[in-house]
């Protein structure tokens, strides 16, 4: 009996990206029944949306981030019946046709809920754009991931995960709030804490540009920080950090953070950048600063 797929991707104005991406889905040799996309751009993406039969388009008039358009395209590709909803970026691409075919073939062989594969940076097949921690430092080497085989309870969401239907009535869906940034460690959060089976197979992967130079490290291979390379995306990051540390009372993020970034900002003597941090990270701490986009002054 076929396993019903439906993808949950979300876009915003990159329609030659979107456009590689659904040929790529509708090229596995796993079928996929229908792609619910939200489209959150100022440049509506239909005309990329209609060459595909089976794309589900959803125009949304107001930015939702990705959290907010991962979450309606998770909810419309749930009430489609499908038992798996892979979560897709729109800048991602499945790495080979096989990609869907080797993460439903694992999830089956290992119980999961659950399942993630590697994501490695385009044109740099060797290189994972999101660090792991092996040992306790932090790795972009796809080698590394590979002799492990399986990451148990890790994996970076959601691009590329592969997710049951169910496990959304038992954590919910990605929090809207979060607009960008911290929706997935969220996510992740509440699936181990749900005792949702889950996990990371390095036998196949998706390419999604990387974010090799966000990674300051501070003091050794062992503590660093991550500084996006953008104000609006620090803002969101920093406070989102802030949030989830109050949420889920992480008193061991709290003392990375504020021991991390006082070190980088005081060794690149950086008062500005300090305090656009304290104030981000602050608004989180205090459950501060959740808006709509057009009233976050950008």
């Not at 892979?86 to 869907?100: I, Q, R, S």
């Not at 080497?141 to 009535?169: M, Y």
Request: aromatic share 12%.
């Amino acid at each position: 009996m076929t396993v019903r797929v439906a993808v949950a991707a979300v876009t915003f104005n990159r329609h030659k990206e979107l456009s590689v991406l659904l040929d790529a889905i509708n090229a596995q040799s796993a079928a996929v029944d229908t792609i619910c996309l939200v489209d959150s751009g100022t440049e509506p993406a239909r005309d990329v949306a209609a060459r595909h039969a089976n794309v589900d388009y959803v125009r949304s008039e107001a930015n939702l981030g990705g959290a907010g358009g991962f979450a309606l395209a998770a909810l419309k590709a749930v009430a489609s019946g499908a038992k798996w909803v892979w979560m897709m970026d729109d800048d991602a691409e499945p790495a080979d046709p096989e990609c869907l075919a080797t993460l439903l073939r694992e999830a089956e062989a290992r119980d999961l809920e659950a399942v993630v594969p590697l994501v490695v940076a385009p044109g740099h097949p060797d290189r994972l754009s999101f660090f792991f921690r092996l040992d306790g430092k932090v790795t972009h080497d796809r080698a590394q991931l590979e002799k492990v085989g399986f990451l148990p309870n890790d994996g970076h969401f959601f691009n590329g995960a592969l997710i049951r239907s169910d496990v959304f009535f038992k954590v919910g869906l990605p929090d809207m709030r979060l607009f960008i940034r911290g929706d997935e460690v969220d996510f992740t959060i509440r699936l181990r804490k749900a005792g949702i089976r889950f996990g990371t197979v390095t036998t196949t992967a998706i390419t999604h540009p990387h974010a090799f130079s966000e990674t300051k490290h501070v003091f050794g291979a062992r503590w660093h920080v991550i500084v996006p390379d953008s104000a609006f995306k620090r803002y969101y990051y920093y406070r989102n950090r802030g949030y989830l540390i109050r949420r889920y009372f992480r008193v061991k993020s709290l003392v990375a953070d504020v021991g991390g970034y006082l070190g980088y900002f005081a060794q690149r003597r950086d008062l500005k950048g300090l305090l656009a941090w304290a104030s981000s990270f602050s608004k989180g701490l205090r459950a501060k600063g959740f808006a709509p986009l057009e009233d976050q002054k950008f």
